[in-house]
């Protein structure tokens, strides 16, 4: 029998754990023992410099790092972390090339292997970029505003309920230590999406009565299994594919777009939602145990739908649009207009939401003002967790019983020769999430 990834007996304190006990870890090249140069040494120096630290040295977290480092002349690269040395080594090379005067990762800071986050937190930083698979968000996060870290935190950011009651109890934390939290759900930094969203919001197109959230793409990619690798190696740098380390791709991907619905809804969440989804076309073990197609509805206080629908597919009709439609006209979120009795379209500069991104934080950070997109971030990804609960089980579920969860998607022990949380079977095949089969947990 088929059934959703097995509900891990692993408990938070296992989660906690994985900071402090694998053992996979290994300095990339240079030993630990050689001190902590470029930080300490600015600190003593008493300048104001920022060393930022990066966390999943990847597309996304090189980008990152190069927005921060454009954002604030003052600050500069000092730390780098990720599950694996070459994709560490390339990241920073291709800094440097980018940034040479504002990159200085000596070779002591440079981690990898489970724990490479916690010691980059550790290594004398100011501020902690986290671009690694959601999977591991909740603890570092955690793990940076326990030490004190301004963060910029990409989206989504749990991939289980036990991640965003996690999440939602950092940002608190973080409040009452007046540090920075900045949500990588990047259209909420959007200036043309920010002025639509600001009209909507203001009652541009009246009461809002139904939302559709469309996030249909191609396929992403996938690195082929090679020899000698064990299966959590495999599925680490398949991270996408893997529910327990993604989420499903509609939390890693249509997350944005739900996001929106929750930003024009106040993020207020919803009451239930029910939905239908499967795999259709990738059905290869190689692809995982996550679904390609997702259509989710999630129901409100006030009567309003949501309908959000995701798919990623080759050679299919490809749509990423946010619909408002309300009393009084309707939003076209993406596109920046409003039609109806208040006709209007954003017309204004159009700069890099990345970056503004960053220089929302670093202002704050020099400002000493403090952003915190702590629960809007959380309930945004709650809602694709949401989706994900009632499509794996068939259920209609509410929010509440959702959030509390009690599901926690980890391998007991972090480690490449650790087993991860789901294991194929004698035929290659991973357990696949069954409707009406697979229970809510
Ligand atoms: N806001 C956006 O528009 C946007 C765009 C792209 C990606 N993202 C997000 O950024 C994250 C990374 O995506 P990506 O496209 O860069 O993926 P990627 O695979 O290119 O990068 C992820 C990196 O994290 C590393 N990693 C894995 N486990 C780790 C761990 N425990 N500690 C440290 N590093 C670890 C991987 O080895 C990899 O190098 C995802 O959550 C994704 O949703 C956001």
């Known amino acids: 029998m088929t059934r959703q990834p097995a509900p891990c007996s692993s408990s938070n304190t296992n989660r906690r754990d994985f900071l402090k006990t694998t053992s996979s870890t290994l300095a990339a090249a240079g030993a630990l023992a050689g001190g902590l140069s470029i930080g300490r040494s600015a600190h003593a ?3 104001d410099l920022l060393r930022v630290g990066l966390i999943g040295c990847g597309g996304r977290g090189t980008g990152a790092a190069i927005n921060a480092l454009g954002a604030d002349k003052n600050c500069k690269l000092v730390a780098m972390a990720d599950a694996f040395p070459d994709r560490l080594q390339s990241s920073l090379a291709g800094l440097k090339k980018r940034a040479p005067d504002q990159v200085a990762v000596d070779a002591d800071h440079c981690f990898v292997g489970f724990d490479a986050g916690e010691k980059l937190i550790h290594s004398g930083v100011d501020v902690v970029l986290l671009a690694e698979p959601p999977h591991f968000r909740p603890m570092h996060l955690k793990a940076a505003i326990e030490a004190g870290k301004h963060v910029f935190c990409e989206k989504p950011v749990a991939v289980d309920a036990p991640g965003v009651r996690s999440v939602l109890a950092t940002a608190e934390e973080a409040k009452k230590k007046n ?10 930094y959007d200036k043309g999406v920010q002025e639509t969203m600001k009209r909507v919001l203001d009652g541009a197109i009246g009461d809002i009565k139904s939302i559709q959230e469309t996030y249909l793409t191609g396929t992403v990619w996938h690195r082929a299994r090679q020899p000698g690798w064990t299966e959590m190696f495999y599925q680490m740098r398949n991270w996408y594919y893997f529910s327990w380390l993604s989420g499903d791709f509609n939390n890693e991907q249509a997350v944005h777009s739900l996001d929106k619905a929750s930003w024009a809804m106040h993020d207020e969440p919803p009451v239930v939602a029910w939905g239908l989804g499967g795999r259709l076309v990738r059905t290869d073990p190689e692809y995982g145990d996550i679904y390609d197609h997702h259509a989710v509805v999630y129901e409100y206080a006030n009567g309003v739908h949501v309908h959000a629908y995701c798919r990623q597919m080759a050679g299919c009709f490809s749509d990423v649009t946010d619909l408002f439609a309300g009393t009084k006209g ?3 979120i993406l596109k920046n207009s409003i039609k109806g009795e208040n006709k209007w379209r954003y017309r204004g ?3 890099s939401m990345y970056d503004l991104e ?12 403090t952003i915190n997109n702590g629960v809007y971030m959380a309930r945004s990804t709650m809602l694709a967790i949401l989706g994900r609960m009632v499509n794996y089980t068939g259920q209609k579920l509410t929010w509440d019983r959702a959030l509390n969860s009690q599901q926690t998607l980890a391998p007991t022990t972090y480690a490449f020769d650790a087993t991860p949380p789901i294991v194929p079977d004698k035929d290659g095949k991973y357990p696949i999430a069954l409707p009406g089969i697979t229970k809510f947990v």
């Open 358 to 369: 960053h220089q929302a934080l670093f202002g704050a950070i020099r400002s000493g003002q």
């Open 179 to 188: 540090l920075n939290i900045v949500s990588g759900l990047c259209w909420r």
């Open 330 to 332: 309707s939003a076209n």
């Open 349 to 351: 500069p159009k700069p």
């Open 45 to 47: 120096a008493g300048d």
